[in-house]
Nanobody, 117 residues
């Protein structure tokens, strides 16, 4: 059974930094992408893709470009998200996600990030 475990969330003041980590356990067939999503509090808020990592590329949602950096390690089956210059609007539950080359998706349970103004 595959499990993704996130860590590193917490409460930080605006302008501060946090580093999220996610480690996968269990068998995953050939990882294709690893990424981070987030879901902000409030009715109607959708889960949005924040950043995605492959072995040769990274992509970010516009709102975090220049502030967040995603990195990954296929051998360790781990993905990280360095978040700098945090803003109150970054407050959300952050989820780690992994997709394999059979298009199977795996999700973590999420870690809360709260940015105070």
């Amino acid at each position: 059974q595959v499990q993704l475990v996130e860590s590193g969330g917490g409460l930080v003041q605006a302008g501060g930094s946090l580093r999220l980590s996610c480690a996968a356990s269990g068998y995953i067939f050939s990882i294709k992408t690893m990424g981070w999503y987030r879901q902000a509090p409030g009715p109607g808020k959708q889960r949005e893709l924040v950043a995605v990592w492959t072995s040769d590329s990274t992509n970010y949602v516009d709102s975090v470009k220049g502030r967040f950096t995603i990195s990954g390690d296929n051998a360790k089956r781990s993905v990280y998200l360095q978040m700098n210059s945090l803003k109150p609007e970054d407050t959300a539950v952050y989820y780690c996600a992994v997709r394999d080359h059979r298009s199977r998706d795996y999700w973590g349970l999420g870690t809360q990030v709260t940015v105070s103004s």
